[in-house]
């Protein structure tokens, strides 16, 4: 999207906003515009050979669609562009759809640029509903339409994989002004909150963590989709599908009873043996996920180590070395899950407001 671009789009909309109904234009057509059209879009005149009678158009112009920045101070950095590359007063009357997520803290819909900031015009994208649970696949699908894996310990049926959902069962945001978070394969690094916050989208970027000494690099939203998000306590005991709830102090207790306790660390781990590196300079160890664990068979509940995002919401720590899992315990009681120990510890209480991962038990 040019400068050039948006003069023109600036001049056409212009004309589309103008209260002079004498100011007709026509595009496609050599023929003046029918009365009270300010602007007609024409392929074929129904007389031309080649128009086979029809007279409507199937071209047209469409409005900008761009992911928005934020609604005032510099247009370009508003648009994602260079800042200081587009004059603020020239593009008065642009007019784009803002594309996010529901989600987000600008919400999709059509805006307009009136030379001090984005004025909201309306419009946004539909929610669909999109959860389910395959009985026999295994696969649970959110909401928005993010899957999981399951399986059965015991008697109780597990995600495999942690959460990543950003809506309540109802399509609701679980938390439109703070929104979740996630990990970008840091350790122990204070990031700025549009990389770590998640409202309706990812934040642009990839993420590199080193996996076996091989750097890897991949989209965000690919990378959240194997370590999952992180939510507050309060956001988490909201997070879980329909017909799904956050795992109980209990729920991990039968699991570890279904197991066995001995070596339980070590059973519930995926990719064991595997090395790991987070991808800022202040992790300069790498850690070997499991690297004390005997040789036991894995059980397919797959902890990964994800790390966590400290209370502040900013400060993300520990990708590479553990995993911390929410309960629903009322004063924050968690699941912790070290690199190097074969044991999966529980702690009774933690700060509501730490931001760790969440498992879902069918109900």
Not at 174 to 196: E, H, L
Request: with cysteine; hydrophobic share 40%; aromatic share 10%.
């Amino acid at each position: 999207m040019n400068h050039s671009l948006f003069k023109s789009l600036s001049c056409v909309l212009f004309l589309l906003g103008s209260t002079v109904l004498s100011a007709q234009v026509t595009i496609g057509s050599d023929k003046a515009a029918v009365s009270g059209a300010l602007l007609q879009l024409k392929q074929f005149e129904t007389d031309d050979a080649q128009s086979n009678g029809q007279s409507t158009a199937t071209k047209g112009l469409g409005m900008p669609c761009v992911l928005l920045q934020a609604l005032n101070g510099d247009l370009a950095t508003s648009l994602g562009l260079t800042p200081g590359s587009l004059d603020k007063d020239t593009h008065v009357g642009l007019t784009v759809y803002n594309a996010s997520d529901i989600c987000a803290s600008i919400i999709a819909g059509t805006y307009v640029w009136n030379g001090t900031f984005w004025q909201y015009l309306g419009g946004s994208l539909k929610r669909t509903n999109q959860a389910s649970f395959d009985a026999t696949t295994g696969i649970l699908t959110d909401y928005e339409g993010n899957q999981y894996s399951t399986k059965v310990f015991g008697t109780k049926r597990w995600m495999t994989q942690n959460l990543r959902a950003i809506r309540k069962p109802d399509g609701a945001c679980i938390d439109p002004i703070d929104g979740v978070r996630f990990n970008p394969a840091k350790n122990s690094t204070i990031m700025p909150v549009t990389q770590v916050r998640v409202l309706g989208i990812m934040p642009p970027g990839n993420v590199s963590y080193l996996e076996n000494g091989v750097t890897k690099t991949m989209t965000n939203e690919d990378f959240v989709s194997v370590f999952g998000l992180f939510y507050t306590w309060n956001q988490a005991m909201l997070a879980c599908p329909a017909g799904w709830h956050l795992a109980s102090v209990q729920d991990w207790a039968d699991l570890v009873t279904t197991l066995g306790s001995d070596n339980i660390g070590a059973k519930v781990r995926g990719n064991t043996g595997v090395s790991y590196r987070a991808s800022d300079g202040s992790a300069g160890t790498t850690y070997i996920w499991g690297m004390n664990d005997p040789v036991v068979t894995i059980s397919g509940f797959d902890i990964l180590p994800a790390g966590w995002v400290r209370e502040d919401g900013v400060n993300a720590v520990a990708f590479s070395s553990s995993a911390y899992f929410w309960t629903s315990a009322p004063a924050g009681g968690y699941r912790y899950l070290s690199f190097a120990s074969p044991t999966l510890s529980y702690f009774g209480s933690g700060n509501l407001n730490f931001r760790f991962s969440v498992r879902c038990v069918q109900d």
